[in-house]
């Protein structure tokens, strides 16, 4: 075989080379990356209206979101207390940041108490008693045109 035609084969077998190569690495790297490229993005989500909220206590408040979970849309449920005093709004994470119990509210002692350790929480989520490590997660939020809007990655 002349040193051509040898160049010639070898260029055709390289070629072919990286056509497997390519038809291989490219959609299992599209695979491993596609959960990264469709996170979601963080926005205002209306959960109620400043009337349903009565001052000086918390109230929980049930909203679905329809998300994408996989390959499938689905709506999520989600809850979330919100205390109203006066003009300010707080909402104030269920999660206990112990365990990640829900936190029930006591509305005759204004705090939250986590039923799986005991863990008490005063009215704005701080840590009063108990074992965690921290106070309740307070989520940011806004009122506009009545509507209490909630950031969260929608």
């Not at 055709?12 to 599209?30: F, H, K, L």
């Not at 491993?32 to 963080?42: E, I, L």
């Not at 986590?114 to 490590?133: A, L, M, N, Q, T």
Request: glycine fraction near 12%.
């Amino acid at each position: 075989m002349s040193p051509g035609r040898r160049k010639m084969l070898g260029a055709i077998v390289a070629v072919i080379n990286v056509g497997i190569v390519g038809a291989i690495v490219g959609p299992v790297m599209g695979f491993v990356t596609s959960p990264m490229n469709q996170r979601g993005k963080k926005g205002w989500v209306k959960i109620a209206r400043i009337e349903e909220i009565p001052d000086g206590r918390a109230t929980e408040i049930r909203y679905s979101m329809r998300t994408k979970d996989g390959y499938h849309v689905v709506d999520r449920e989600y809850s979330i207390y919100v205390r109203r005093d006066g003009e300010q709004v707080m909402c104030i994470d269920p999660a206990c940041t112990h365990l990640g119990c829900r936190v029930e509210y006591q509305v005759d002692r204004d705090r939250f108490l986590c039923p799986c350790h005991g863990g008490v929480f005063d009215k704005h989520g701080g840590v009063v008693s108990g074992p965690p490590p921290k106070g309740l997660i307070r989520h940011l939020v806004k009122v506009e045109g009545g509507n209490i809007l909630l950031h969260r990655e929608v």
